[in-house]
């Protein structure tokens, strides 16, 4: 007997009734206030001696009145944020096939390096003669990925992919103007199916955008395009692999209707994650691919960022390429970093941020690609596709696909369709996903397709986990089918929380905490 | 590869059950003679053993701000980071979750933005806040064609006070978007006459304090005159840390408020990933771009976040958007957020008070050594000092002895004739031996 205390080991008369609890939280979930709401305005957790006397240079801006903020000792600091922590599901924590999104595992070897203090701790405007090993992470960087897209240029300074998308799309604007059509070419093509970041970086920097429309197969047609070109198209900005999960098979053609028009070819490589060391966008006639290494090269998405989004730059726009950027002489690399400084034959149009990019992500991104290697990451990118059109094909019999006729790439798209006269959305299916344990797939994107879901696996699950996964999704599809509505409409029932109002949050926003006024005296 | 959990057999089996004899038959819509057969020109798989020694022996290469006395500033600074920062935001649910699309299992993300929402609104003196950009350059860039949406005019004034790389920034955006840009000649003594540049024809004055040489600006005259002419005061800031000392930009009556966040939370990163503050009056709200989160109630009555007034964002609007951003600066927000919340007003405006006192001690130590003239009337943690040598030369010379003194105005503005300028910045990480340290080091070279 271990036990001579008397204490119970059997559950017993144990049962799940689910019982309010006093402080209204549920054994590991924790209901957790505002820091607002804890903290005091004369707490702090970090202890500064306040230095001794001495005469202010202020002049007259010394600030007048406190801030207004609370602090919280280190021990109330550390259980608030884990507790937040808690309410959130990420990678390490279950399947995460969030289409268009890649996310796979985060490595930490990957967060190690990015600490080294030699990259961590230096600064952008330290001399550069003290940095050598940072502009070796630039150049090997590069090195890689002009190897892995077949393009012989890379900007790496932009900070995600829309801001990739903007650097690419400027360096057309810059090369069109250089050739005296700036004032002709001002309209750019984008598939109905794009992420909204390609219209709305075309409008950013003064494009109109004409739609060209998607073609039944899912895919988008060589002579659709062609009838849209003319001397005032600029670009197109096609996604490749596109947002329906499909590798766009006239892209040939289409780069070379582009190109014979004067027309440049702007690939949305967020799908890069699919083709990795199987097909090269140099070889398929792009002219510019941002890469989202947050996506492609697992630096983590860190609930919204940060990311990288470098752009590979063809032959034709590599002289646009904006400051700052590396060049090397006699092996020798210098950082051009101001458009005077550019040596002969380059026009940079101009910087993209301060400083130089997202270094900490470029440490993490080649300390992935060193891990994995050439062999790996075409490993890599042949499992991505294959767990994709495993799910498919477990799963096409119970949920309907739109586009039956081209294999799916590393993300498998469903329609609606299946759910139809069931009473059961797309949206209410995503929330008993989250029931079940899993977070949902990109849902109602690309608009193309109604009620889209977008599941992508990527290379990271197990066939146990996909096995799991499949019967998990299949179990759902029928008890949707069969009439077991509120499995689906109420859903999530064991989340921290339920369905939340966001039309109540449009409609009178409240964006920041307020101090609550005093809850008035009862009537005497 | 110890990332891939496929084994070959489970491979094989899902072919079969796919129905292709090989992999590259889900490869066909590849068009022909494009799809790769053997693997790339680039090393083979690592173990995570060589990784990590390829890499330290990069990382080995630079000189780490830490390791030598350092008054390197100019928008991004050294401070000291708690370690309590870096522990939370590794953790799994927070590293390795996404932009909080499914509210219900992503509340950590959401209250966290909310609280940091709050907090830079607090600290700006600003109504509303958003929950970041990519970092202070574009934020100011994003700050101008929101100015231009609000008051339907194309035209931006750039105090010379602005950081040169803002600066660029804003004339790359303005150039490709076919907006005006009047920037205003580099002001080292902030004298410029930025008032006569305000006419009705004007959408925004964007102004920086403390300007990039250090100097503090008075911005209400600014912004009564903008006011008076139909225009908005943008103001900039690149070392969150003043906010403790000296009076908030919404104190002085600014429109928009963008700021760099780094010197809270972040590490220096050799320049990124970093944080950009966006704060402005809340009349404006529907023209700001990047994310809001809001407070609202779930199906039980309880609190919660969600994101907010998605229909300003590319994902809704498309080409009507009011900005392309989508991926911000998460992970780094929550490092700030953390780090505020644990200085609490107490600690940050002592922290500000370190920072000034520190500078305060270097620039009278400076003002001692022949041949060193500081230029600022006023400062805060950072200010110029005119030497009588090539300010990148001593830079050079003193890197050399094991000391990074600060960032010669010619790195930033090459052809300007200020070569002979230092902008120096001292911050809560340097003791009386690294001032002392620079002093004598610039007795001897000077």
């Keep these: 007997m271990l036990n001579r205390q008397g204490r119970p080991t059997q559950a017993g008369a144990a049962s799940h009734e689910d019982r309010a609890t006093f402080t209204g939280n549920k054994a590991l979930q924790q209901i957790e206030p505002l820091i607002f709401e804890i903290g005091h305005h004369e707490s702090t957790g970090v202890d500064i001696e306040k230095p001794a006397a001495f005469k202010p240079r202020l002049g007259s801006h010394a600030r007048q009145g406190e801030i207004g903020l609370p602090g919280l000792s280190e021990p109330e600091t550390m259980r608030h944020y884990v507790r937040l922590s808690q309410k959130n599901y990420g990678i ?56 892995l897209t077949g393009m012989p240029a890379v900007a790496l300074s932009p900070k995600a992919g829309a801001h990739g998308e903007a650097c690419g799309m400027m360096a057309i604007k810059a090369a069109i103007a250089a050739k005296g059509e700036g004032a002709t070419r001002t309209v750019v093509l984008v598939p109905e199916s794009a992420h909204g970041t390609n219209p709305a970086t075309a409008a950013l920097i003064g494009f109109s955008v004409k739609a060209v429309p998607a073609r039944p197969d899912g895919t988008v047609a060589v002579e659709d395009v062609k009838a849209l070109l003319g001397p005032d198209i600029a670009a197109i900005m096609l996604t490749n692999p596109n947002t329906c999960g499909i590798f766009e098979p006239q892209i040939v053609e289409i780069a070379a209707a582009l190109h014979e028009a004067g027309a440049y070819f702007y690939c949305d490589g967020a799908n890069f994650n699919a083709i990795v060391g199987k097909a090269r966008p140099g070889d398929l006639g792009v002219d510019a691919m941002h890469i989202n290494l947050h996506k492609t090269f697992s ?98 019999d119970l949920m309907s696909l739109p586009y039956p006729d081209h294999p799916s790439m590393h993300e498998v798209l469903f329609d609606d369709e299946w759910l139809k006269g069931t009473g059961v959305s797309t949206l209410d299916f995503a929330k008993a996903m989250i029931d079940e344990g899993y977070h949902p797939m990109t849902v109602y994107f690309p608009l193309v397709v109604h009620g889209a879901m977008l599941i992508e696996p990527t290379e990271s699950e197990s066939k146990a986990s996909l096995d799991l996964f499949i019967a998990t999704l299949r179990d759902l599809a029928i008890s949707a089918k069969g009439n077991d509505k509120e499995r689906f409409t109420s859903a999530p029932h064991h989340a921290p929380i339920r369905r939340l109002d966001e039309t109540r949050a449009a409609r009178q926003p409240v964006l920041k905490w307020v101090k609550p006024a005093p809850v008035a005296e009862a009537a005497e | 590869m110890r990332y891939l959990p496929l084994t070959d057999t489970d491979r094989e089996d899902m072919l079969a059950r796919i129905g292709v004899p090989d992999i590259d038959a889900l490869f066909s819509d590849v068009p022909g003679g494009k799809l790769l057969k053997a693997p790339l020109d680039l090393p083979r798989t690592k173990g995570e053993l060589e990784v990590e020694r390829i890499m330290a022996r990069m990382s080995a290469k630079n000189t780490a701000a830490s390791a030598v006395p350092f008054f390197v500033g100019a928008g991004a600074y050294k401070h000291h980071v708690p370690a309590t920062v870096d522990h939370l935001i590794q953790r799994s649910e927070f590293l390795t979750s996404y932009t909080p699309y499914q509210p219900e299992i992503a509340q950590g993300t959401l209250q966290y933005l909310f609280e940091f929402q709050t907090q830079i609104a607090a600290l700006t003196g600003m109504e509303v806040a958003n929950a970041s950009m990519y970092d202070g350059s574009t934020g100011t860039g994003e700050a101008v064609l929101m100015a231009h949406r609000v008051t339907r005019r194309r035209k931006a004034v750039l105090s010379g006070g602005l950081h040169p790389h803002y600066t660029e920034v804003v004339k790359t955006l303005s150039e490709m978007a076919n907006d005006d840009v009047v920037a205003l000649k580099a002001d080292v003594s902030a004298s410029e006459d930025i008032l006569s540049q305000i006419d009705d024809s004007v959408s925004c004055v964007v102004v920086q304090s403390p300007d990039v040489f250090g100097n503090l600006r008075d911005l209400k005259p600014i912004a009564e005159k903008a006011h008076a002419h139909g225009a908005l005061l943008i103001a900039v800031f690149t070392e969150v840390v003043s906010l403790g000392a000296v009076t908030p930009p919404g104190a002085q009556d600014a429109d928009i408020v963008v700021g760099e966040g780094q010197s809270i939370g972040n590490a220096l990163n050799f320049g990124g990933p970093y944080v950009g503050l966006f704060a402005a009056k809340s009349k404006y709200i529907r023209q700001m771009p990047g994310r809001l989160c809001g407070e609202t109630v779930d199906a039980d009555g309880q609190r919660g976040f969600v994101l907010t007034l998605s229909t300003r964002e590319q994902h809704i609007r498309r080409d009507k958007a009011t900005s392309n951003i989508c991926t911000n600066s998460g992970l780094c927000v929550l490092a700030f957020t953390i780090h505020m919340t644990l200085l609490g007003q107490a600690g940050f405006t002592l922290l500000a008070e370190v920072n000034h006192a520190n500078a305060v001690k270097l620039a009278d130590a400076l003002a001692g050594v022949t041949g060193v003239t500081v230029l600022n009337e006023t400062f805060f943690n950072e200010f110029t000092v005119k030497l009588k040598k090539p300010a990148a030369e001593v830079v050079e010379v003193l890197a050399a002895k094991g000391i990074l003194a600060g960032v010669p105005v010619s790195r930033l503005l090459p052809h300007a004739g200020l070569d002979d300028l230092l902008i120096i910045a001292s911050t809560e990480v340097n003791t009386d031996e690294d001032r002392a340290a620079l002093v004598a080091a610039l007795v001897e070279v000077l």
């Design chain 1, 92 to 147: 390490d924590t279950g399947l995460f096939p969030l289409g268009s999104c890649t996310m796979k595992h985060n490595a930490r070897l990957n967060e190690k390096t990015a600490r080294l203090p030699g990259f961590s701790d230096v600064h952008p405007l330290q001399p550069l003669s003290t940095v050598p090993g940072a502009l070796d992470v630039m150049l090997e960087l590069s090195r890689y990925l002009m190897t």
């Design chain 1, 299 to 396: 630096t983590p998405h860190g609930g919204g960022g940060p990311g990288a989004g470098p752009v590979v730059l063809s032959e034709r726009l590599a002289p646009f390429a904006p400051v700052p950027f590396i060049h090397v002489v006699n092996d020798k690399p210098h950082l051009i970093e101001t458009r005077e400084e550019a040596p002969a034959g380059n026009e940079p149009f101009g910087r993209m941020t301060a400083f130089h990019g997202q270094m900490g992500m470029y440490v993490r991104a080649l300390t992935y690609m060193l891990s994995h290697g050439a062999d790996g990451m075409k490993q890599a990118s042949e499992d991505a596709v294959l767990n994709a059109n495993y799910i498919r094909a477990c799963l096409s």
